[in-house]
């Protein structure tokens, strides 16, 4: 089989599993606090690792190397993977935060598939009942709970400004532009930049009105409040608060995979200005949060330290 139609077949699996993981219904959450469709594990890892499984196990006749089994199965990953993007199936973040780890079991596959190869008795009819294992293992998913990861992020600046006119910027952030924000990877990968973050009294307290592009807005209710000191948040998500395309259902903050927790700052005076700090408590929820967390504490800690830039730039402006 030439290599152009193995590569042709190998990403039109990968786009009807990701067709069969959205629409099909037993791949729908058995429970709220289950995981679903393409979230589930069984996508994640064993769609690509059988894309390379099969790549290199279909040019077996080729006597294939071990760089081709590493680097082959990429080819119909990627084009599978542009599928979805052309098709609307999956936005930006998803693409880019699944990558990596497409790229790593289609590699894996890849070695998998060689090694079968050199076995030559693998039948037909077992080759293709072994595509179907994501759907059997993606039904038997969406009946496990989810586990809830927490985690912490903390980061630190110096900025030579008083104490007062940090606070100040916290609690009254207007007109922020998306150069002030550069540098964060969140924000290059499709993250909402945020516009405005202003502070306002209410019944029994105040809260932080946020609004991000996209029309992103929501409240953070403050829990914690010791003037030009101190001031924590907890995160108040509406069903209104993120619109349709504003970001992939898969990361949406304060939904089943992604939370924010609470949010604190703590300004201390030090020579020169002031010592700014901020811990951020958030979620993961996936059942291969070994991977989903070390991407929630990349892009976490990265949102963080480009917050912490902006309030440097514009307290020591002011």
Request: aromatic letters at 12%.
């Amino acid at each position: 089989m030439k290599k152009r139609t193995i590569f042709a077949i190998g990403a039109g699996y990968g786009l009807l599993m990701r067709l069969l993981f959205a629409y099909f219904p037993p791949l729908q959450p058995f429970g709220q606090e289950a995981a679903s469709g393409p979230m589930l594990g069984s996508f994640v890892v064993l769609v690509p690792l059988l894309i390379g499984i099969y790549t290199v196990y279909s040019a077996r006749g080729q006597s294939p190397s071990a760089s081709f089994a590493i680097v082959a199965p990429w080819a119909p990953l990627f084009a599978f993977v542009a599928g979805t993007a052309l098709l609307l199936i999956e936005g930006s973040i998803c693409i880019a935060l699944a990558f990596p780890i497409f790229m790593l079991f289609s590699s894996l596959g890849g070695v998998i598939g060689m090694m079968l190869g050199k076995l030559n008795r693998i039948k037909t009819g077992a080759m293709n009942a072994l595509l179907m294992l994501p759907l059997l293992t993606g039904y038997a998913e969406t009946h496990v709970q989810l586990p809830q990861q927490l985690s912490r992020s903390t980061e630190s600046v110096h900025i030579a400004a008083k104490p007062e006119v940090v606070w100040g910027l916290i609690n009254h952030a207007v007109d922020i532009q998306p150069a002030e924000m550069r540098g964060g990877l969140a924000y290059a990968i499709g993250l909402p930049y945020p516009i405005e973050a202003v502070t306002q009294p209410v019944a029994g307290g105040r809260v932080r009105k946020l609004r991000w592009a996209k029309d992103v807005h929501f409240d953070e209710p403050i829990t914690a409040w010791e003037e030009n000191r101190y001031i924590q948040w907890t995160y108040d998500f509406k069903p209104e608060s993120f619109p349709p395309g504003a970001l992939d259902d898969h990361v949406l903050i304060g939904g089943r995979y992604f939370d924010l927790v609470d949010t604190s700052y703590r300004l201390t005076p030090e020579a020169g200005g002031t010592r700014l700090d901020i811990v951020v408590n958030y979620r993961v929820s996936t059942n291969f949060n070994w991977y989903a967390a070390w991407w929630g504490r990349v892009l976490v800690d990265d949102s963080a330290r480009a917050i912490l830039r902006f309030y440097q730039r514009r307290s020591e402006q002011a």
